[in-house]
């Protein structure tokens, strides 16, 4: 099945930085990748997501690459704010039949 | 707005009852539904596919006589909890496909078994 690695797992930036998290999946077929931010005791937030058709994605401040190849996509943070300390995760999916998360990366926003 | 609803958000139960968590979907009609368990600190753990009127899928290593799932109607899933015990203690989210494959998120369920 699907393996889905996320690096790294804690990550701390000062306000006004860019944070970078990567995730590599193993399923060549995976073809939908989304990110989901979560906040302390509350379910995952979709945030942004891309489709294996798509190199990148960009929402305001937040972007998201895709290299189908090197099969890794990555989550891109610009201008941090104290309000984007959370967990992210990220995940992989063939055609929204099963997801599978990544292990969470902790960001911290330092004001 | 929220999309998936999950309710209750905290529940305290005592060691040997059930409890019962309801996930609905909100102005969609979600035929399939997921569960997850999720630990302090820890990235979400698929428990069980839960299917409109037929059994639900579970993952290996879930008893599917201890966590009941019932999805009777295509907009509400419920988990039961059965005979719960501190262990069972643990944030539970569920979650719902839209057509197009994006997932959404209830808001998650603490239960604590005392």
């Known amino acids: 099945g699907e393996n889905v690695e996320q690096h790294p797992s804690t990550l701390s930036v000062q306000e006004g930085d860019s944070a970078v998290i990567k995730c590599t999946y193993s399923?060549?077929?995976?073809?939908?990748f989304p990110w989901y931010k979560q906040e302390l005791g509350k379910g995952p937030q979709l945030i942004i997501d891309?489709?294996?058709?798509?190199g990148e994605k960009k929402d305001q401040r937040i972007a998201v690459t895709l290299n189908k190849t090197a099969k890794h996509f990555s989550l891109h943070i610009t201008e941090t704010q104290p309000e984007d300390s959370a967990v992210y995760f990220c995940?992989?999916?063939?055609?929204?039949?099963?997801?599978?998360f990544g292990t969470g990366t902790s960001l911290t926003v330092i004001p | 707005g929220a999309v998936v609803s999950q309710h209750p958000s905290r529940v305290i139960c005592k060691s040997g009852t059930s409890v019962k968590i309801e996930c609905r979907s909100l102005?969609?009609?979600?035929?399939?539904m997921f569960w997850y368990r999720q630990f302090p600190k820890q990235s979400l753990m698929l428990m069980a596919t839960?299917?409109?009127?037929?059994?639900?899928?579970?993952e290996q290593g879930v008893e599917k006589d201890k966590f009941l799932i019932n999805h009777a109607s295509l907009t509400l899933s419920t988990l039961t909890v059965t005979s719960a015990h501190p262990e069972d203690s643990s944030f539970y989210i569920c979650?719902?496909?839209?057509?197009?494959?994006?997932?959404?998120f209830g808001e998650g369920s603490w239960l604590t078994v005392v």
């Open positions: 102005d969609f009609q979600a035929t399939t």
């Open positions: 839960s299917n409109e009127g037929s059994k639900a899928t579970y």
């Open positions: 995940a992989a999916s063939i055609n929204g039949n099963q997801f599978y």
């Open positions: 399923d060549s077929a995976s073809n939908y």
């Open positions: 979650s719902a496909t839209l057509p197009g494959n994006t997932i959404y």
């Open positions: 891309i489709r294996s058709n798509v």
